[in-house]
Structure formats: structure tokens, C-alpha cells
Nanobody, 121 residues
Framework: QVQVVESGGGLAQPGGSLKLSCYAS????????WGWYRQVPGKERELVAN???????NYVDSVKGRFTLSRDNIKKTAYLQMNSLKPEDTAVYYC???????????????WGQGTQVIVSA
């Protein structure tokens, strides 16, 4: 069974940095897209950054130049390096990955449980 787990969240000061990790455990036959999303109470989940199977990276305008998404599909892991953090970055961050757990099954999206990021002095 595939499980997606985020880690690396916590408390940071404005201007500080955090690095989030996302690991897909279990049987993985193939990996396509990775995405990082965030959500605050009362708002819909927002795409922060994603990377296609071809390696094209997209960022929401508010994090361009500050956040960097990377992946290591051999390790079944994606990362989100967050620099120059701002209070408005405070949210629960979720990882999403599109993969095939087996040749027997189609491509599916898997979500992690989220990791809290708080940016405050």
C-alpha cells in the first residue's frame, strides 16, 4: 500500500528557512507529477509548486524566487526548500504525487497528511 508522508515543518522566523520532504513508501511502479499545496483555515487548498514528469516546474507567483521544488524519483522523494519566509506562508503544507503502485493499476493521485508551517516572530 502506498503511503505519502511529509516532514520538515515547524516554526520559523520571518526571513528564515525550512525544507520540507515528501516520501512515497510502499510499492511504486512509476512516478509522474509531484506537487506541493498549502491550506489555511477558511481558504481553499492552493497550489504552491509542482513538477511534471518532464521536469517542468511551476510556482505560484507569491513564492517565486523564494521556494524551490526538487525531486529524486529513485528515492521516491520530493522536497520544497523555503527561503525568505513570510508570515503569510503560514499554512498546512500537503504533498501530492501521481504514481502507479503496480502495472496492474492505473495512475492515481496520493496525498500526504500535511505538515504545519508557522512563520512568526
Amino acid at each position: 500500500q502506498v503511503q505519502v508522508v511529509e516532514s520538515g515543518g515547524g516554526l520559523a522566523q520571518p526571513g528564515g528557512s525550512l525544507k520540507l520532504s515528501c516520501y512515497a513508501s510502499g510499492s511504486v511502479f512509476g512516478i509522474s507529477n509531484w506537487g506541493w499545496y498549502r491550506q489555511v483555515p477558511g481558504k481553499e487548498r492552493e497550489l504552491v509548486a509542482n513538477i511534471t514528469s518532464g521536469g517542468v516546474v511551476n510556482y505560484v507567483d507569491s513564492v517565486k524566487g523564494r521556494f524551490t521544488l526538487s525531486r529524486d524519483n529513485i528515492k521516491k522523494t520530493a522536497y520544497l526548500q523555503m527561503n525568505s519566509l513570510k508570515p503569510e506562508d503560514t499554512a498546512v503544507y500537503y504533498c501530492n504525487v501521481r504514481l502507479r503502485s503496480s502495472w496492474r493499476y492505473p495512475w492515481e493521485d496520493y496525498w500526504g497528511q500535511g505538515t504545519q508551517v508557522i512563520v512568526s516572530a
